[in-house]
């Protein structure tokens, strides 16, 4: 299944349908509000938020809770020397689901 921005998807594999463009909104909010507990990471010359939701969550579609996290807009062209904001897929679910 493919997990696409603005479309209902089942994004954190709880069988439940979350509309990602609203999520985007909620997670910002909750990284700023201390609601979502997340860790920091600096992205290096040739990594790419899909490889790295990969690694961190099993699973690459999810690189947009990064992007969403770290207040990034367009994930194609994020510099090295950015730092990311890895959430936490459990504190995520309780504010989107």
């Known amino acids: 299944m493919s997990v696409k921005r603005y479309a209902r998807a089942n994004i954190l594999g709880l069988n ?22 997340f860790s920091s990471q600096i992205l290096k010359e040739g990594q ?30 994020v510099p090295p020397s950015t730092i990311l904001r890895i959430p936490n897929l459990s504190d995520v679910a309780e504010l989107i689901g």
């Open 16 to 37: 439940k349908q979350y509309g990602t463009s609203r999520s985007v909104q909620v997670i910002r909010k909750g990284i700023d509000s201390g609601l979502i507990r």
């Open 48 to 77: 790419r938020l899909d490889t790295i939701a990969g690694e961190v969550y099993g699973d690459a579609q999810l690189y947009w809770v990064i992007a969403a996290a770290s207040n990034i807009g367009w994930t194609m062209q």
